[in-house]
RNA sequence: CGGGGUGUGGCUCAGCCCGGUUAGAGCGCUUGGUUCGGGACCAAGAGGUCGGUGGUUCGAAUCCACUCACCCCGACCA
């Protein structure tokens, strides 16, 4: 491809919208361009990255026997009802106004529909069907570029299978074809547990990279490979040590305290030697959850350690519940369930509020004055803490998800009714796996882990073209003829090459455009080299320079090539 | 949905507080010339309903109200 004849639309600005490095190089490098918020359109460039990433995509599915579909994006509502997901989604979901149309966010419904009746015997079993489509998902709040959008590609794919030993199949056969692709990308990987939220089933496992532009927050244990979503890793950090004399208890008053650092500051008292107090609804009725210090409540494990809905309560009915406002709440003479932190077992001498507000009371022993406390794994996990699989020392950060993969078992099968007949002829809803990946969201992750200040690093498996042959000075003759030739070459000999044949730019400008697209290897062809009938050659990702003959240049490619 | 911020030519931004000729700069673009290995130079040009609507005023990019869009933080999130 000529340079003078594409729409390769660079930016030597970095746009005001843009952020985070993925999407500022996917902006100047005129991969992609915003139509509106979360809403992208890929250019020539960027799209030809796109079909890169998903080919890699499907020759791993097609390997472990996957079938590729294309299903409408058009979904009607009818059959989203049928599995209860039109409200789960609820406004998460884009629905059309004119016709009972809503725009399908995932398609565990509509590949169900199409096993329904057709799969129909232990014999048809098992499937793996799989498709790259454009999901629509109304997200609240777009963000990072190309990374939460509302409208993506993603590849998903659903097995189905006729026992419980089988889906473990699928799913491992799933794992392993994950594992190959984002290795294949060049992605730093790591998997993690999960929960797996509104997709129903039970077993789940997600593919993350490390990023600050990440959503989620994990922690992980880099000696042996322990890796959890904080919302459920388990905290192995050791109690509050309980001292061999309980004091009595006794209250003190204490003025417009309200925090843990101010009523620490105030009775020169250590953190640890305070219970902080947080009141929550559950199924209706309040529940007192003592933390140590300023130890955060974590919400996820506080939903599962009690079951059912959880949420703090508003500040009125705080009052109502305690007497108190918040900051002066506490055990003693809380009439409710009172639940606590693991860290906090059988602590004594501990401050906490008096439920009055202004006072605190001190010398609490909770194995004397809260008998019925019960306790719970609450707190969130913090860097440095103890891996509870090693010991070792867990690092907790941000990180983006790239591929999920659940076991789902019967939940649409039996709501759609996809059902089958055993060996003793029994009908039985198909077991069902589901498995996705973030297509944009892996060729941002890419650019996220291989850039410098010059702009994107391409891996040869990603990369829009092989090379990039650079013709310096275009009105010169000698250039525009060897550098046409040696184009005519390369392009015969197989490689995709962009050429940048520009007749109005300097140097520095052929350059910089060079390594800001991030082409692995450049072919510069200028007038002294060519004159002693050379050449140079430029790595991208680590910026060697080599000056070769001429006639060497197809051996010496396939040899940089083996190199990147 | 809550909090904060921004909207002026294709891009980055100044001007706004304190209203007053014809709204500016750099980059990019067009034309001609010079240059030609790390974002060149000279000259001449094109390009803007100052996000939108309404208001205040003799007069609004500038003040007020509403509204829309986008960004960031949070809530939410298969």
Redesign the pocket.
């Known amino acids: 491809m000529k340079l003078s004849k594409s729409y390769i639309p ?8 843009a ?2 490095p993925s999407h500022i190089l996917m902006l100047r490098a005129g991969l992609v361009r ?1 139509l ?3 809403i992208y359109s890929f250019l020539p460039l960027g799209y030809k990255v796109i079909k890169k990433i998903t080919q890699i995509i499907r020759e791993e599915m097609d390997a472990i026997g996957g079938q590729e579909f294309h299903l409408p994006a058009l979904n009607p509502k009818e059959i989203w009802e049928q599995t209860n997901r039109v409200e789960a989604f609820g406004d ?1 979901m884009f629905h059309i106004k004119n016709r009972d149309y809503v725009l399908a ?2 398609h565990e419904e509509i590949m169900t529909y199409h096993a329904k009746g057709t799969l129909k015997s232990y014999k048809d079993l098992p499937q793996t069907w799989y498709q790259i489509q454009t ?1 629509f ?1 109304n997200e ?5 570029g190309v990374i939460r959008g509302r409208q993506f590609l ?1 590849k998903d794919s659903y097995s189905f299978d006729s026992s419980w030993e089988n889906l473990d199949a699928s799913y491992s056969l799933h794992d392993k074809a994950y594992r190959k692709i984002f290795e294949r990308c060049g992605l730093k990987f790591f998997v993690v547990g999960a929960s ?4 129903g089933g039970n077993k789940s496992e997600e593919f993350m990279v490390k990023s600050d532009a990440g ?2 927050t994990v922690a992980y244990c880099e000696k042996c490979g322990y890796a959890a979503n904080v919302e459920v890793a388990q905290s192995n950090i050791e109690s509050v040590a309980r001292n061999s004399e309980s004091k009595e208890i006794y209250e003190i008053s204490t003025p417009n305290i309200h925090s843990i650092d101010e009523l620490c500051e105030f009775l020169k008292i250590h953190e640890q030697e305070t219970a902080k107090s947080r009141v929550y609804m559950h199924n209706e009725k309040p529940v007192l959850v003592l933390m140590s210090g300023n130890d955060e409540v974590n ?1 996820t494990k506080l939903a599962n350690a009690l079951g059912g809905q959880v949420r703090p309560c508003h500040p009125d009915e705080l009052k109502e519940i305690t007497g108190a406002d918040a900051g002066s709440i506490g055990p003693i003479g809380f009439s409710h369930r009172i639940i606590a932190d693991l860290r906090l077992k059988d602590g004594n001498n501990l401050y906490s509020g008096a439920n009055k507000n202004d006072f605190h009371i001190g010398g609490i022993d909770l194995k004397r004055d809260v008998p019925k406390i019960e306790y719970f794994d609450l707190r969130s996990i913090c860097s440095g803490e103890k891996c509870t699989r090693c010991g070792n020392h867990l690092e907790v950060f941000k990180a983006i998800e790239l591929g ?1 993969i ?1 076991k789902l078992g019967t939940k649409y099968s039996e709501a759609l009714e996809a059902n089958f007949l055993d060996e003793k002829g029994e009908a039985k809803p198909i077991i069902m796996g589901s498995y ?1 990946i ?1 297509v944009e969201r892996v060729m941002a992750c890419y650019i996220e882990q291989n850039f410098d200040e ?1 702009g994107i690093i391409w891996s040869k498996l990603l990369s829009p073209f092989d090379l990039h042959l650079i013709g ?2 275009m ?2 003759e000698m250039i525009v003829s060897a550098s046409n030739e040696i184009y005519e070459k390369l392009k015969a000999a197989g490689y995709d090459v962009l050429f940048d044949d520009r007749k109005d ?5 052929k ?3 060079a ?2 697209l991030g082409i692995p290897i450049q072919i ?1 062809v ?4 060519l004159k002693e009938n050379k050449l ?1 050659v ?1 790595l991208r990702r680590t910026g060697e ?1 080599f000056i070769i003959d001429r006639n060497q240049l197809e051996q010496k490619i396939s040899e940089f090539q083996s190199m990147i």
């Open positions: 660079t930016l030597k600005e970095v746009p005001n919208d952020i985070i915003m509106s918020a979360g998460t966010p995932t999901k998902r609240a709040r777009p963000r990072s993603m797996s939220g509104a997709m959503e989620d919400e999920h659940f996705g973030g010059k310096l000075n009105k010169n730019f300097s140097a520095g400008v350059f910089n455009d390594d800001l510069i200028g007038e002294k080299n140079e430029k320079k």
